[in-house]
DNA sequence: GCCAACGTTGGC
DNA sequence: GCCAACGTTGGC
């Protein structure tokens, strides 16, 4: 099977793409989805080699950022478990768990953001979840061309 | 900070 | 199974 790719949004003030720069080897988990549209991506689909696009939203300048790649398939996110954790779910059994995550890995840093603004102002890019009005998944599958085109708009 | 849109919950 | 109420997301 093919890679795939998707969008994964991240409010830069929680998560940013400099801190997943400065994590062990780059790589960290992508932990609190708590969406089941989102879960059945991640425990089902997002495969490890996958290419991802990091999206900044509920900041100043919402946008992609940059890109990283999952390093490993969707397994059951621990901080479903954990009292202490802002993401914990009472009633997650351990034997099944109910959310999942993936790893991901740095790959690229964009020299600039990719607008929102633009992003919507490209037909290519009409039917990118993200651009869509009330838009709420945070993590949503992109084509290949849609990838590309983001990338290569990061580079004008 | 506002508020529209959405997903989830729970009463019936 | 319906749907109103609620809490959250996220652009602006």
Known sequence: MGKNYWLFKSEP???SIDDLQKCEEQITYWDGVR??????????????GDLVLFYNSN?????????????RNGYADFTQFDPKNMHYDESAVESNPTWF??????????????????????????NVR?????????????????FYEIVRMSRN
């Open 101 to 126: 995550m993936v790893d991901i890995k740095f790959e690229t840093k964009f020299t600039r953001t990719v607008t929102l603004a633009e992003m919507k102002a490209n037909p290519k890019l009409e």
């Open 35 to 48: 969406n089941y549209q989102a879960r059945n991506f991640l425990r089902d689909s997002i495969k490890s």
């Open 130 to 146: 993200v651009v869509q009005r009330g838009n709420r998944l945070s993590v949503l599958p992109v084509t290949e061309d849609e």
């Open 13 to 15: 003030d929680v998560f």
């Open 59 to 71: 900041c100043d300048e919402t946008g992609v950022v940059g890109t990283c790649m999952v390093v």
